[in-house]
């Protein structure tokens, strides 16, 4: 897939000042337990990996 | 590769099979049930047929299973059994009597109580003499006795049995199928079932001899075959190269079976699904009986037209009328599948309709739509109800699935397409509906089933650490299900300089790029390139990070007038409106911004930038030149 184009910053930007310290509250939601996606969040959650770890472990497993 | 041994029916079968037991997956319908292993076709029975009939007929001696137990209605209607799924895990007493019974009635189960159950006639082998030990004896040993007239007997059959009959001839014919032993299935369930329901049709099911593996809700069947669709659509189809299936969106599932409306609204984010909204709708006005009832009202006028012998059907009266319309309900199954695979003519035949009148006539596709517009009208109305109560606007809906027998209908799919955007997913745009394709909704659910169970037996096969919670985690009710999503959609915005933006860039004062949508389960990371350009004069680039509130825009555009024809008065008219819909995007909370300074590239950066949002809501965004030595930076936001 191509990569999206995106402008240049302009010359005058600077950052905006006071961000703010935390996203907007988070929702309670159900996950429907199917597929592979599942699987690897129930993964990364029983073994307590991040994500860049638990690719490491998937990578290893399919050689 | 080689041919397998002994003989697989109609080909569908993968080539190749050693004799290693399978796995498959069980859409098990109130009206209809079909299964499936893998992504590939739906299994037949020996009967050729891909959906089998939820229905057990006992005539004489004879068992009857599928379609043709379907047939017994009309002579034989007392001994035939419909109906049963949706009994299942339910008292007597919670079971409405009202129903009109077609079908052999549901009564109270003679010795258990609060059980339903079917009272049913069949002819039972006389006793044989007594026998001459209490061992198990040879069956060939009987072969000499001579055998008395079989004498008729009442057969009581609970929900559960009936159910275990049911699932074991599926198994059966799965078995011969595939030429080979079923060692686990995954059965799809509706939204409503709730913990007795699911007891009582693993308890079933085991009785079955089929290992349950999990009873899976429909929409996690669907949007395990969604998922797997859109891998096999990449792979292969230079389409959806160009214009790929976002892997988040939000899909609206439209299962229109033959009794009820299931409507579910789920989330997908990059394979993770949450349902956000169901709704349910079986009183009868939407679903393929009620667009059956359309049809044989249709047919029965017609056919009065034809012969003169008056016929009033659904609702009928007269003995003689429920028998002609059980005989027109049977038929219009072949006319609604002719309809569904062609605009031209679909007839419908019935000898001796009524009054020893054959009958034969035809319904083109245009005509029975007008005929179902009021179902047509009924499902539109269900789901802008589902939307309204989720808060969702039909604008928003990326993708519709649809599901179940009655959603072959191309019909259906145009009476409710303004409600959606003009570039929805839907699997008629695709042309993938016809022939089984992969996005045939009479056979979307046992696929999906199916491969879940094939995930679910690769699971416990690999083994290691923690296997058994993993695998638990696929239970109903686990604690894994329990997940926290975004509430708001978090993206980079490229400020550009007011005087050179217009429109929507002008609206945010720059270039907007959602990395993290709203609703994605936590924890969650996404990983994106981009191409910056470098302006002349400064070799930095960057953006800022920002929540945002997404909207809808309606505009009214006044329509032109249309042109007076030659030689007419101009009429006066009121001039007419069209409402055009578009998302309206307004920046809510500033995160904090990411700058790169002194890239590499010359033109263009190509940087790569990596969100991850934890389970408590911590931002990390990590930015890097993809170049040799290109440069890094991060940025986190609180929680
Ligand atoms: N190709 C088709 N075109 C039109 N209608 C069809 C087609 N195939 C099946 N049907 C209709 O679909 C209905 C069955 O759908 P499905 O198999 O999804 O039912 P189900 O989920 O078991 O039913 P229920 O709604 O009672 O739970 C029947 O009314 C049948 O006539
Ligand atoms: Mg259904």
Redesign the interface.
Known sequence: MAAISLPALPASWNPPSDPSSSISSLNERKLIPAGRAYLHHVQRTVHDLSFDAHDAHVEEERK | MAAPNGSIPNGSAAAGDTGAPAVVGINFGNSYASIARGLAECIANEDGERQIACAVAFQGEEMYLGNQAKHQLVKNSQNTITGFRNLLGKKFSEIPQSQIALSAPVIQHPTEPDVPAYRVQVLQPAPSPLPKSAAHTPAASNVATPRSEPISAERILSVSEVTTIFLKSLLQSAEDFLGKKVSGAVISVPAWFDTPARAALSKAAEDAGITVL?L??E???I??CT?ARDADLEKDDAAS?ED?TPADRTALIVDIGASALELAL?SLS???????HTSTVSDGSVGGDALDSALIRFFAKDFTKKTKAPLSVAPSTEPQDKRAEAKLRLAVEHTKRTLSASPGAATCSVESLKDGLDYTGSINRMRFDMEARAVYTAIGRSISKLLEEAGVDGYAVDEVVYVGGSACLPGVDESIADVFREDVRTPFKAGTVVGGGSGDPTTVLAR?CA??AE?LTN?AS?GG??VD??TG????G?E?????????T?GLL????AESAEGSIAELGG?F?PLVRK?T???A?RR????????P??A?????LW?VAEGIKIDRIKLPAPEPEEGEEPEEEEDEYEEVKSVTLAK??????V?LEDVKGSK?A?VEVTV??SQE?K?EVKAREVAEGGKETSLS???
Request: glycine share 8%.
């Open positions: 999990q899976l809700d929409a996690g069947a949007s395990v998922i190269k790929p789920i990059s394979g993770l699904s949450t349902t956000l999906g491969l879940q995930l699971i690999a650490e923690k919670e993993i985690s696929f239970a109903s686990s894994h299900t329990q997940v926290k999503t975004t509430s708001r978090i490229v400020p550009v300089a270039v790029v609703e389960p936590l924890p990371r994106n390139v981009f191409a910056f350009a470098i302006s004069d400064n930095r680039v960057g953006f800022e929540e809510e909370k500033y995160l904090g911004s700058v263009e190509k991850s949002v809501g931002v936001v609180g929680a």
